[in-house]
Every structure is written in structure tokens, then in C-alpha cells.
């Protein structure tokens, strides 16, 4: 396995030799320097004590890796399915659509739900000419319901305080709160319309201070773009998970910066995590075509919700109310409903003709709403459920 | 641009997982023995071999993944769209139809996997095959894409028209039933390449993830990242775990607790307003009633987050611990939160005030903290920061969640709250709707005054359709 992989982008002057030199970014201490191979090596070799070499540490960090997956198993004495065997199963859903939205004119790519239960902030790819920066790929609405961020290929987490006055111009109260070196892919409110929470695709995420735009925690540690993130409904810790495109979700101490744990189980990008609504444990949806659950006590995967017939990878996910089901929308245009006990699917829904990019149930639990690359948002609800009868498995 | 919307750079195939799925799943249904079942399909005087129906196709898959038709349907489709499989009548559009419709299988030379991303020169090359074998077959978008193209490629158009001219000759060479294979398959390849208009370009990726060659932060894995990861493993290996049943335990009852409160999974009384299109959920369940109801009114017992979080509950609460003169607890605990969610500028603020109203000696609200607590939390408060009061408070909600919260719970005041609370009658959804309710929108939250503060003091009894 090649520790390094070289990316020519100028042949100039290297900055730490300063000879003529085919050059590659390297980043050191968050700044991007240009070096030439020779001094990027021993750049890699630097901060070595006696006794070790490069090898040494990949060594040992690979055994100790290999130690933590022996301890993760030791605890690891039932399966969740098999627990779930005295649950009493779902039955059969109905579900129906019940609002479709097409106000957008081209792709629906993020959506949020108002603390009110009935609102929704959506956002698009704008229309006309495919230009970078009018993909707003993330949205959230505030607490308050008085103000929503927005952001994508802008590289920046703009708020917008909501006003009604016809007179006022919206964009112009706009705020730039949040400045990445590349595309915003999520952002979300913290407890307050004060505080916002963003991920992006230069691999961090950040916490800011709206009013004054200052930046109050970074996150390090993903090792490629960072695709969501949800914080964690805990009484009283601060902590939130993201998921990137190095398969890794992360889980965050929002005051320290650190990373508290890592789960690594998933075989392609993660494009959404979202936290059990007891704060134990996450779900997560991911280009590999599988939902996964980890929980955080036991420190592992749990679960995974998969079918041979899902192809296509899942781009967002949320639970019900009571954490038991699992909604999924997937880039086939499908969503699939999940028992998040039992591991099986309970429903799958047809009706986008494009792929499904947002999925959020609302905040009272009573509907979820789905955006898709259709242009069409639909907010759908359970007309009833089926008893429990002998059946062949899905249907 | 040219020939219509190319796609724009994404990832390489290597990191489209679902094409591998995909290629997987037709290469299975060629199988001999399980596959789907072959046949001769006479296509006018021709007899083109290894034929497969619609409907065997949705069969097939019906049964192999052991799904519904519906969704063989949809699965097959989604084939048909990639260029997997492709039909022998009409080719021009690329869908499934679940009757006697001919199809057959790409050849991998044409998978979506293998070509992208088509070149221009391919597409000019196709295009001016299409003229010259027949005038007028080229339709509407194409003859624009063709213009297009002359226009931007002109410099090498003598090779485009003599690569398409000896393409025509050697396929004159084959049998007519190979020169019409041939031709679907390489039609159906243009329609997934370059969709026509109107049509789902099943190719088009969404941006970022490394389109852009400097969003790959490509970490040099030195010494530094091997030595974090060396003390994140320490720290992991350090960590307590709990054993899987446990936790998995705790998934069943608190699913089984949340079961009849979840819309979604146990309906809710008296209606679900989306469904029904009657708001009075909404209405009866409002972030301040006269009277809770009885669902509302449990969710309090359940955990003391969900009480706090529950604005009548918080507000029932602070009532509960005013009789226990410990009041100053929650109100202690609410002006952190307030301080750790704030505006960064407000902190100092924010830090003072609650100094001098809970912490400091003789304050009014005195809150009672053990002496070690207190005595770190005034020694910290000379470097105020939004954290600083965190112990603090974990400290107060702890002595509120074991202490003051069981005993709410036991209080006679919950349970009058309990029996007084009532569960709403049913609305049948009317099935025939004779007249049409024109829907209303709702006031925004950005509209309303700043809501007051809810009060505990309200009656009893009921609003309508409350048992």
C-alpha cells in the first residue's frame, strides 16, 4: 500500500529548497506549501525520536488498531436481530403521499423542517446554465423559525433572517457566517439561533458564532471531504457525528475539538448520519448501497440494512419518532422503510422520478418529507398499517 | 458545449459502486442454466438470437431478489436506463415494458462502465453515420448536437466522415442480423451517453467529492498522523464498553416505551393533520394548551430531558420546585444553557449576571453546589469563557434529575395532571369530501410576537373532541 500519492500540479520553485522541482500541496500545520518530492519525504520523516522510523509507527498503529477491533468483539455476545426475535413485527404500511411541492425549478438537493412542524426551507441547483456556485447542496432552518442558513459551492454558510415585508430585501440581511476552503455540504443550528454547525468538503467541520461570524472549534480528522452531520440529542453532553468520503462517521466533542470515537465499517462514501433519538446510537447511508447502525456504548456497528435488490447507495436517512423505523432515500429514486429492530424493510415507496437527494421526518413525527433531483419535494404520511399476518419475506 | 449537456467531471468509475451491482446482476441473468430464458426474436425477415421478453425479465428478478413485481419492474428499468439492456423494437427510448417487447443484453463492450466518458469525436463519428446512411433519420436534438459539433470539432471533420464511411462499409460486410444488433446497441449506449432531451441523464453526478483536484487533501502520512492515530487507538482501547445485549436491550424498551407515541408507526388521535387534513392535532398539542394531553402528559415520566424539553412540562416543573423552595436550580441550569448556546459577544455579559444572581455569596438565587465545584467554578470564572460554567451545571442537573424529578413524578401534582389529561375521540377521515377545504397557510413563526413565557397555571377540562 503506497503511503503517498502524487498529485503534480506546477513545476516551479520549492518553497523549503527553493530548487526547480516538479511540485505537489502539502499541508502543514493548515497551511498549503508546495514541495518537491525530495523535501516531501523528509517532511514525512520529521518529528521521528530515536528509535523510530515511519515503519515503526504504522506498525504500531496498525496493531493497536487490530487490538481495538479484539476488545470491540469481546463484548459483542448477541446480534440485534436475534434480540429483536420477541418484538412483535410491523405488518404491512400504507403510506401515502399527501403534499407535493414544485415550486423549484431544477433539483432539489437539501431540505429542513420548521420547529412548527408544517414548515419546510428546501434548497436547489439554480436554474438555467450548470455553474458551480449555484448548487446550494445544505439548508437548515433556526430554532426560532426566524432566520435559515444555506450554503454549497460557494464555499460559505450564509443566514438569512426570515421577514415578510415586502419592502425588505431578503439576500440583502444576508449574513456570511461560515468560510470554507471548499464546499459547504452540510450546516446545521446548535440549540440556539446563535451558533452553527458546518461540514465541508475541504475534510472539516467547524462551529461559528453567527453575530460576529467568528469561527469557535474546528474539527479535524477526516481524512477527505466531510458529508454530513447531525448533533446529538444528549442532555448534557456536546457532541455531534459526521460522515465523509474516507467511509469513516466520526463522532465529535464539540468544546475540545476532538474526536471521541470513529466507526469505520462502511465500503464507500457516507452521504448521512443521523442520531437514534435516544442519543445511543446513529444510522448512517452510504454509497455501498447499506444503512448501518452503530451504537456508541457498545462502541461498534450493530446493524445492517441491506437487500440484494438495493443497487443503487442511499443519500439520506432519518428515524420516526420512536427510533423504529428507518427511512432511506436512495439514489434509484426508491425509499425504502426499515425495522430498525428486526433489520428488515418494511415498505419501499416509489413516486420521484429522480434520484432522492434530502430526506427529514418532521419534528412532531407525524410525516417525513423527501426532496429529489425531480424537482418535487413530497411530504408523505402512514394511512394505516396492516396486522401482522404469515407472509413470505417483503413484499 | 457540445452534443448537448456532457456530463460534468465526476468521480471515476472505479468509485461508482452501483455499476458493479449492476453488471453483476445482468451478467447472472445470462447464465445458461439460471438465467433468464433465451429466445430467437424475429424482427421482420431477420432472426436475431438470445432474446429475452419484458415480462421474463420481471419475472426473473421478482424471483431471484424475491420482491415484488412492482419493484422487479422498477429494478429492471433501471437496467434498461443504464444501457444494460436494450430493446430490439424501438430503441429510442430506453424503458422496461412487462410484455411480449424484445431485449437483449449490452455487450460489455458498450457498459456504461467500461466507455465513459464518451468522446466527441465518438458521438460526431455515430452521428454522421446515422446521416449518411439514411437522410432524415437523425432527429431534432441530434441534427443540433450534429451542427454543434461540425461547428466546434471542424478541423477534424474529414475525419469524422471518413471514420463513419468505413464504419458503413464494414458493417456492409456482416449479416444483416449482426449489423442491426450492432446498431441497438450502439444507439442504446448514445442514449445513456447523451441523453435526449426531457429524458434522465442516469450519468449526471452531483459536484464536489473531488472534482476539483485541490478538495482531495491527499495527507502525506507521516510521522504526525501516524502518532495521532497511535494516541486515538490508546484512548479507544482505554474506553469503557458495554456489552452488546445491553445496549441492544435498551433499543426494545425504549422502541416499545416511544411505540404508541410515534405517528408514524402507531397513528395519532384524533387525527394525523396530513392525512386528514384537520389541524386539531396540532392545535390540541400546541407548545402551550389549557390542557395536555394524556401521551403529552406520560412523556414528561419518561426521561427529564423530555420534560424540560417540553415547554408546559418545564413550565409544570418550575412550578413543582417552587413549593420545594429549589426553584433557583432550573432557573440556574436555563441561564447556562443560555450561556453556552449565545452569542460569543454576550459571554462576559452573561457570565457576570449569572455570577451574581446564583454563584455569588449572599446572592439572591443561591444555588447549592458541593464546596469542590464551587470553588473550581469561581477560580475558572476570572478567564471567562461559554464553558466555564459546565461543571456547574452538571452538577445542578444531576441533584435535579436523581432528587427533585422522581419526586415530581410521585408528586400529587403530576398525577392530577395525568388524570386530568385526556385522550382525544377519533376523527374518521371523511371518504367522500363533497366539498373541496381550500388549505391555509399558517402563520410563520417569524411573524408572531416572541411567544411569553408559559405559565402552569390553567384550568382543567376540555377543548373540543377531549374525552
Not at chain 2, 411569553?452 to 384550568?459: I, L, Q, R, S, W
Amino acid at each position: 500500500m503506497c503511503d503517498q500519492t502524487f498529485l503534480v500540479n506546477v513545476f516551479g520553485s520549492c518553497d523549503k529548497c527553493f530548487k526547480q522541482r516538479a511540485l505537489r500541496p502539502v499541508f502543514k500545520k493548515s497551511q498549503q506549501l508546495s514541495y518537491c518530492s525530495t523535501c516531501t519525504e523528509i517532511m514525512a520523516t520529521e518529528g521521528l525520536h530515536e528509535n523510530e522510523t515511519l515503519a515503526s509507527l504504522k506498525s504500531e498503529a496498525e496493531s493497536l488498531k487490530g487490538k481495538l477491533e479484539e476488545e470491540r468483539a469481546k463484548l459483542h455476545d448477541v446480534e440485534l436481530h436475534q434480540v429483536a426475535e420477541r418484538v412483535e413485527a410491523l405488518g404491512q404500511f400504507v403510506m401515502k403521499t399527501r403534499r407535493t411541492l414544485k415550486g423549484h425549478g431544477n433539483k432539489v438537493l437539501c431540505m429542513d423542517w420548521c420547529k412548527d412542524k408544517r414548515r419546510i426551507v428546501s434548497s436547489s441547483q439554480e436554474h438555467a446554465v450548470t455553474m458551480p456556485c449555484t448548487w446550494v447542496m445544505a439548508c437548515a432552518y433556526a430554532p426560532s423559525g426566524c432566520a435559515i442558513a444555506c450554503g454549497g459551492l460557494d464555499n460559505k454558510c450564509s443566514v438569512y433572517p426570515l421577514t415578510f415585508d415586502k419592502n425588505e430585501n431578503m439576500a440583502a440581511k444576508k449574513k456570511s457566517v461560515a468560510m470554507h476552503t471548499n464546499y459547504l455540504s452540510a450546516c446545521s443550528f446548535t440549540n440556539s439561533d446563535m451558533q452553527i454547525l458546518t461540514a465541508s468538503g475541504d475534510g472539516t467541520c467547524a462551529l461559528w458564532d453567527v453575530e460576529s461570524g467568528q469561527l469557535l472549534q474546528s474539527f479535524h480528522g477526516h481524512g477527505a471531504d466531510v458529508l454530513c452531520l447531525d448533533l446529538a440529542p444528549s442532555e448534557t453532553g456536546n457532541t455531534f457525528v459526521s460522515g465523509g468520503c474516507d467511509k469513516k462517521a466520526m463522532v465529535w466533542d464539540m468544546r475540545s475539538g476532538q474526536c471521541v470515537q470513529a466507526f469505520e465499517t462502511h465500503e464507500s462514501d457516507i452521504n448521512s448520519v443521523r442520531y437514534y433519538p435516544s442519543g445511543d446510537a446513529f444510522a448512517s447511508g452510504s454509497d455501498d448501497a447499506t444503512c448501518r447502525l452503530y451504537d456508541l456504548r457498545a462502541d461498534r456497528e450493530v446493524a445492517i440494512y441491506s437487500k440484494e435488490s438495493i443497487i443503487f447507495g442511499a443519500s439520506s436517512v432519518d428515524f420516526s419518532l420512536s427510533g423504529r423505523l428507518l427511512f432511506a432515500g436512495y439514489n434509484d429514486y426508491t425509499i425504502n422503510v426499515w425495522d430498525v429492530l428486526k433489520g428488515s424493510r418494511v415498505s419501499i415507496l416509489f413516486g420521484h422520478e429522480n434520484r432522492v437527494s434530502t430526506l427529514r421526518v418532521s419534528p412532531d413525527g407525524t410525516a417525513f418529507c423527501s426532496g429529489s433531483w425531480d424537482h418535487t419535494l413530497r411530504v408523505r404520511g402512514m394511512v394505516f398499517r396492516f396486522p401482522v399476518c404469515e407472509r413470505r419475506e417483503d413484499g | 458545449m457540445a452534443a448537448g449537456p456532457a456530463p460534468p467531471p465526476g468521480r471515476p468509475r472505479a468509485q461508482m459502486p452501483h455499476l458493479r451491482k449492476m453488471e453483476r446482476v445482468v451478467v447472472s441473468m445470462q447464465d445458461p442454466d439460471q438465467g433468464v430464458k433465451m429466445r430467437s426474436q424475429r424482427l421482420l425477415v431477420t432472426v436475431i438470437p438470445h432474446a429475452v421478453t419484458g415480462s421474463d425479465v420481471v419475472q426473473w428478478l421478482a424471483q431471484k431478489f424475491c420482491v415484488s413485481e412492482e419493484e422487479a419492474l422498477h429494478l429492471g428499468t433501471v437496467l434498461v436506463q443504464h444501457g444494460y439492456i436494450y430493446p430490439l423494437r424501438d430503441p429510442r427510448s430506453l424503458m422496461l415494458r412487462p410484455d411480449e417487447t424484445p431485449y437483449r443484453f449490452q455487450t460489455p463492450y458498450f457498459w456504461t462502465s467500461t466507455l465513459w466518458p464518451a468522446a466527441e469525436l465518438d458521438y460526431a463519428i455515430y452521428l454522421a453515420k446515422k446521416n449518411i446512411r439514411k437522410r432524415g433519420t437523425l432527429v431534432d436534438y441530434e441534427k443540433d448536437c450534429y451542427d454543434r459539433l461540425h461547428k466546434k470539432i471542424n478541423h477534424a471533420w474529414d475525419l469524422v466522415l471518413m471514420q463513419a464511411r468505413e464504419q458503413l462499409r464494414a458493417a456492409k460486410q456482416r449479416r444483416k442480423g449482426d449489423r442491426l444488433v450492432i446498431a441497438c446497441q450502439e444507439q442504446t449506449y448514445w442514449l445513456v451517453n447523451r441523453p435526449p432531451p426531457g429524458a434522465p441523464n442516469v450519468l449526471e453526478q452531483g459536484p464536489g467529492r473531488g472534482s476539483c483536484a485541490a478538495s482531495r487533501v491527499l495527507m502525506t502520512k507521516g510521522a504526525d498522523f501516524y502518532k495521532r492515530e497511535i494516541e486515538y487507538f490508546r484512548k479507544a482501547l482505554g474506553r469503557t464498553r458495554v456489552k452488546s445485549s445491553v445496549c441492544l436491550e435498551a433499543y426494545l424498551s425504549f422502541c416499545g416505551q416511544r411505540g404508541p407515541h410515534d405517528p408514524l408507526v402507531s397513528g395519532c388521535l384524533p387525527s394525523n393533520p396530513w392525512i386528514s387534513d384537520n389541524d386539531a392535532y396540532w392545535v390540541m398539542n400546541a407548545p402551550t394548551v389549557a390542557a395536555p394531553t394524556k401521551l403529552r402528559v406520560e412523556r414528561w415520566g419518561f426521561s427529564f430531558r423530555e420534560l424540560l424539553e417540553d415547554p408546559m412540562g418545564r413550565a409544570h416543573f418550575m412550578d413543582f420546585l417552587g413549593k420545594e423552595f429549589s426553584g433557583e436550580n432550573l432557573s440556574f441550569w436555563e441561564a447556562c444553557e443560555e450561556l453556552r448556546y449565545g452569542t460569543q459577544a454576550q459571554v462576559p455579559t452573561l457570565v457576570d449576571a449569572v455570577y451574581e444572581q446564583f454563584l455569588a455569596p449572599g446572592a439572591a438565587r443561591w444555588v447549592n453546589i458541593d464546596s469542590r465545584t464551587m470553588e473550581q467554578t469561581l477560580e475558572r470564572l476570572r478567564q471567562p469563557h461559554r464553558y466555564v460554567l459546565d461543571d456547574a451545571q452538571l452538577h445542578i442537573y444531576m441533584l435535579m434529575k436523581k432528587d427533585s424529578y422522581p419526586r415530581f413524578l410521585k408528586s400529587d401534582m403530576y398525577k392530577g395532571l395525568l388524570a386530568e389529561a385526556g385522550i382525544p375521540l377519533e376523527t374518521k377521515r371523511r371518504v367522500f369530501p363533497f366539498t373541496w377545504r381550500p388549505r391555509h397557510s399558517s402563520p410563520s413563526p417569524a411573524l408572531l410576537p416572541t411567544p411569553v413565557e408559559p405559565t402552569a397555571a390553567c384550568g382543567p377540562g376540555g377543548g373540543d373532541g377531549v374525552a
